[in-house]
């Protein structure tokens, strides 16, 4: 018989009279939501709070936001490995990534970008609530899609990073010929060129791709500025990064 430790015991019957909590209101505030209907909202037995202090970090939403080829995707992968030496728990949620499965059904007329956005802003706040630091990397081209996401993610949990590339870069850049295509005229919609990107007015952070001297920021450094951002505001939870 499998033998459970005296502490892990002592847990569990602390944890036993959850049940009658959670769902002694159990047909209380059941509603409608979209359309779903007949739904109720659970709070978890165990607050975001101690999830935190339990991975010793702080969950929040890293939003990388910027044009095709800006290099968003370049600075979320360097970030998440610099955190991963630190040994901080991240996810990473990719545009391209995402299409392959959760986002496969849609395309990229205005109504599917929003639906696009809506649902990695849900899923990247799950994983927020959960202690994660969770890195965001979509072109998200329309203001109001993200600030959606920003509320939703409540206060100090969504942190946005305006990758201001020129799109003569990203033209320059193109890693999949997408820009090559659109002046072309055979991809219709692409952000940039035929359809718009509103710009963050007050993002927490603005990355350049030239530095004042004249030379290109480096991915590394780059991520470097958002790992001071995260340190300086508490995400990090006392530990002390080194750099590049």
């Given at each position: 018989?499998?033998?459970?430790?005296?502490?892990?015991?002592?847990?569990?019957?602390?944890?036993?009279?959850?049940?009658?909590?959670?769902?002694?209101?159990?047909?209380?505030?059941?509603?409608?939501?979209?359309?779903?209907t007949?739904?109720?909202?659970?709070?978890?037995?165990?607050?975001?709070?101690?999830?935190?202090?339990?991975?010793?970090q702080?969950?929040?939403?890293?939003?990388?936001?910027?044009?095709?080829?800006?290099?968003?995707?370049?600075?979320?992968?360097?970030?998440?490995?610099?955190?991963?030496?630190?040994?901080?728990?991240?996810?990473?949620?990719?545009?391209?990534n995402?299409?392959?499965?959760?986002?496969?059904?849609?395309?990229?007329?205005?109504?599917d970008?929003?639906?696009?956005?809506?649902?990695?802003?849900?899923?990247?706040?799950?994983?927020?609530?959960?202690?994660?630091?969770?890195?965001?990397s979509?072109?998200?081209?329309?203001?109001?899609?993200?600030?959606?996401?920003r509320?939703?993610?409540?206060?100090?949990?969504?942190?946005?990073?305006?990758m201001?590339?020129?799109?003569?870069?990203?033209?320059?850049?193109?890693?999949?010929?997408?820009?090559?295509?659109?002046?072309?005229?055979?991809?219709?919609?692409?952000?940039?060129?035929d359809?718009?990107?509103?710009?963050?007015?007050?993002?927490?952070?603005?990355?350049?791709?030239v530095?004042?001297?004249?030379?290109?920021?480096?991915?590394?450094?780059?991520?470097?500025?958002?790992?001071?951002?995260?340190?300086?505001?508490?995400?990090?939870?006392?530990?002390?990064?080194?750099?590049?």
């Amino acid at each position: 018989m499998l033998q459970v430790s005296r502490s892990l015991r002592s847990t569990l019957r602390c944890c036993s009279g959850v049940e009658k909590v959670f769902f002694v209101s159990q047909y209380s505030s059941v509603k409608d939501v979209g359309l779903s209907t007949n739904i109720k909202w659970h709070e978890g037995a165990v607050s975001t709070e101690t999830k935190e202090n339990n991975l010793n970090q702080k969950g929040c939403i890293v939003w990388f936001t910027g044009l095709s080829g800006s290099g968003k995707s370049t600075v979320a992968c360097t970030l998440e490995h610099a955190l991963a030496d630190i040994g901080k728990a991240t996810a990473l949620l990719d545009g391209d990534n995402i299409r392959h499965g959760l986002n496969n059904n849609l395309g990229f007329s205005a109504a599917d970008r929003m639906e696009n956005i809506r649902r990695i802003g849900e899923v990247s706040k799950l994983f927020s609530e959960n202690g994660i630091i969770t890195l965001v990397s979509f072109i998200s081209p329309y203001k109001n899609d993200r600030d959606k996401v920003r509320k939703a993610a409540g206060p100090g949990k969504f942190i946005e990073v305006f990758m201001k590339v020129p799109i003569a870069i990203c033209e320059e850049r193109d890693p999949k010929g997408l820009y090559k295509k659109a002046r072309a005229g055979l991809l219709k919609g692409f952000t940039g060129i035929d359809d718009p990107y509103e710009e963050p007015e007050a993002p927490e952070l603005t990355l350049e791709a030239v530095k004042p001297n004249g030379e290109r920021a480096r991915p590394e450094e780059q991520a470097m500025e958002i790992l001071a951002y995260l340190e300086n505001n508490g995400y990090l939870k006392g530990n002390s990064i080194k750099k590049c």
